[in-house]
């Protein structure tokens, strides 16, 4: 019944709980009761059977005196370690207030030091980034070291001439700057290495217009090209004009050949002869040297891959030479009309027959050009000294005591004084009709022995043949013509200052002159035994001497007739004989 009971009222209400129920007594605090030892228990003790729940009070006694006993001895036992633990609980107590208060501090510090921090960073950001570019440096310190010494490197290659390596050099320099494109240190270094390199370029060109034989004028052409600077034709014409400074040079260095004989005639003629000399065997040494190095470099080892066409090349080659001919064939028309001797002149003319024989290998045959320039040498060599041979004949017949050379001393001015030898004044010889013949037969080469009794023209004979032999060495066949007109120019002008002499009597007007009839007609015959001597000894004399004693032709078949000046000339004289005597002389007619 009591059962019934008890599980209507359950149904009805709700039996509370061990932990309630010791909660609503008050016997333990809250804390105690929900910690989960105390539930842990609890709900052992809900399990447990009666005979066990009630000596649950006893055992928990003995647990606890037992515990008391061990507290107590463990107390005992260790209470300095207790005591130790004490203070070091106090002192921790009061570190942790005094870290606390600390820490406070610090969190309010916190937010300057965090301000003053990021103010730290930004001005040091500019001192990091130098560190870190000089620890990078330091790191890459070797190669680095490598990249900067290449200017130094190059420059040091190509002072000592080692140009293969500098080449090498550049080419590193030039791949660095193409793998480092926008690294400023890469592209200083790549810029110093063009200067050196562009030093290099001058000293090679430089090496060009120098003394040098042909390996090394083929090794500093063979690094041009590898340089690639210059293509094919560029640097042929470098190579040309470098090696024309060079022969400038060289030929300038003979001009002093032709200095301090300026006012003497033969050791002007014969320096200007040792100054052509010189100059030619220079020329010819120095652009015969040009063209076979050129044609050596450029024409026979000339690289494959040019792609320059060789007819180009060759122009190069035939434009230099044809300038170095001009340049000696205007030095040849300039300075020959100084050499009039032409012994001199046949020296420098087979020089120069053997100079273009050896160029006549090599394609350059310029014989046919020399002959020109030296007949018009020839020409105005022997005109000039006809000239002057009659210059020396006019000047001894006029009555001026202020001439040189040979009429250095005042000349009389009585025929019978000056223009006749002393032992033949008293009977002037004049040639017979078979003297004449017998003259006209001679031999070219041998002049009458009657020219020796008139002194002044012995010596215009002797001049005039001096000029004629040395023609004799040098007789250009077309000069034939030319030179008998000039002789006959000659002849014309020294018989028209004999006809003046004639006519004007200059003694007649000294101061002491006294007019007698016999010494004024021996004056005159003298001058008529003259005149006759000139015209038909003299005259015919040495146009045979021109025309058969040099050039081996018959007076005969030269095609020249007596010029217009010596035909007027000739008629003068046939006049004034004539009123002279009151008869004509038959006059020379060729």
Same mark, same amino acid.
């Given at each position: 019944?009591?059962?019934?009971? /008890? ?14 129920l $010791?909660a609503?007594? %008050? ?11 105390? /539930?842990? !228990?609890?709900s ?5 059977p009666l ?14 005196a037992?515990?008391? =006993? ?12 207790f005591l ?8 921790l ?9 600390s ?13 003053s ?8 950001r ?9 620890? $990078? ?15 130094? $490197? ?25 793998? +480092? ?19 290099m ?9 120098e003394q ?5 004028? @083929?090794?500093?052409?063979? *690094? ?11 640097l ?7 090696? %024309? ?13 032709k ?7 033969e050791?002007?003629?014969?320096a ?25 470099i @450029? ?6 891959t ?5 007819t ?7 434009? *230099? ?23 001199l ?11 273009? =024989?050896? *160029? ?6 310029f014989k046919?050009?020399l002959?020109?320039? +030296?007949?018009?040498?020839v ?19 006029k009555?001026s ?23 033949? /004044?008293? $009977?002037?010889?004049v ?5 004449l013949?017998?003259?006209?037969? %001679?031999p070219?080469?041998v002049?009458p022995p ?9 010596? !215009? ?9 040395g023609l ?14 000039a ?19 200059p003694?007649?007007?000294?101061p002491? !002159?006294m ?8 004056e005159?015959?003298?001058?008529k ?11 015919? *004399?040495?146009r ?19 010029g217009?000046?010596?035909s ?12 002279? =005597?009151g ?6 007619? %060729?």
């Amino acid at each position: 019944m009591a059962d019934t009971t /008890a599980v209507g009222i359950a149904g009805e209400t709700e039996i509370p709980t061990l932990p309630e129920l $010791l909660a609503s007594s %008050g016997t333990l605090p809250a804390s105690v009761l929900s910690s989960s030892d105390t /539930a842990a !228990y609890l709900s052992l003790l809900q399990t447990l059977p009666l005979s066990e729940l009630s000596s649950q009070p006893t055992e928990l006694s003995s647990s606890s005196a037992q515990l008391t =006993n061990a507290l107590t001895t463990l107390c005992y036992t260790s209470y300095p370690t207790f005591l130790s633990i004490h203070s070091s609980t106090s002192a921790l107590t009061s570190s942790l207030s005094a870290f606390s208060s600390s820490l406070d501090a610090l969190i309010s510090s916190l937010p300057s030091l965090e301000t003053s921090a990021q103010s730290f960073a930004e001005d040091t950001r500019s001192i990091q980034k130098d560190r870190r570019k000089a620890a $990078l440096v330091l790191e890459h310190h070797d190669k680095l070291h490598d990249v900067l010494s290449i200017p130094t $490197l190059l420059d040091s290659c190509v002072r000592n001439h080692t140009y293969n390596e500098a080449l090498l050099l550049s080419q590193h320099a030039a791949s660095l700057a193409a793998r +480092f494109p926008d690294n400023a240190l890469v592209q200083s270094v790549k810029a110093e290495c063009d200067a050196r390199v562009q030093a290099m370029l001058g000293q090679l060109l430089r090496m060009l217009s120098e003394q040098a034989k042909l390996p090394a004028l @083929f090794r500093a052409v063979g *690094f041009l090209r590898k340089m690639e600077v210059l293509d094919e034709p560029e640097l042929a014409l470098a190579f040309l004009t470098g090696r %024309g400074v060079y022969l400038d040079g060289l030929l300038k260095t003979v001009e002093i050949e032709k200095k301090g004989v300026e006012g003497d005639r033969e050791r002007e003629k014969e320096a200007y002869a040792r100054y052509l000399k010189r100059y030619v065997d220079l020329w010819r040494e120095g652009v015969y040297d040009v063209v076979t190095q050129y044609t050596t470099i @450029f024409l026979e080892r000339a690289p494959s891959t040019s792609g320059t066409a060789p007819t180009q090349l060759h122009m190069l080659l035939t434009t *230099f030479t044809g300038l170095r001919l001009r340049r000696l064939l205007t030095l040849l028309r300039e300075t020959l009309p100084h050499i009039p001797d032409p012994s001199l002149l046949t020296s420098l003319l087979t020089q120069l027959t053997y100079c273009a =024989n050896s *160029f006549a290998r090599v394609g350059m045959d310029f014989k046919g050009l020399l002959a020109p320039i +030296f007949v018009d040498a020839v020409r105005m060599g022997v005109q000039n000294e006809l000239e002057e041979a009659a210059d020396g004949w006019c000047d001894a017949l006029k009555p001026s005591p202020n001439l040189s050379s040979y009429r250095s001393r005042a000349i009389p001015t009585r025929p019978s004084r000056f223009l006749i030898a002393s032992s033949a /004044a008293s $009977l002037p010889p004049v040639p017979t009709d078979t003297q004449l013949r017998a003259l006209s037969s %001679g031999p070219p080469n041998v002049p009458p022995p009657i020219l020796v009794s008139y002194p002044p023209l012995a010596i !215009y004979t002797n001049a005039i043949l001096t000029a004629l032999n040395g023609l004799r060495l040098l007789a250009p066949v077309e000069l034939l013509d030319d030179l008998v007109r000039a002789l006959d120019a000659s002849l014309a002008r020294g018989l028209v200052t004999l006809l003046s002499l004639a006519r004007d009597r200059p003694w007649t007007s000294e101061p002491k !002159y006294m007019p007698v009839e016999d010494e004024e007609q021996k004056e005159r015959q003298i001058l008529k035994a003259a005149g006759v001597i000139y015209v038909k000894v003299f005259v015919p *004399f040495i146009r045979r001497a021109l025309a058969e004693g040099v050039y081996g032709v018959k007076m005969g078949e030269v095609d020249v007739p007596p010029g217009k000046d010596l035909s007027a000339a000739l008629d003068d004289w046939e006049h004034w004989g004539a009123e002279s =005597n009151g008869n004509t002389t038959s006059g020379y007619h %060729g």
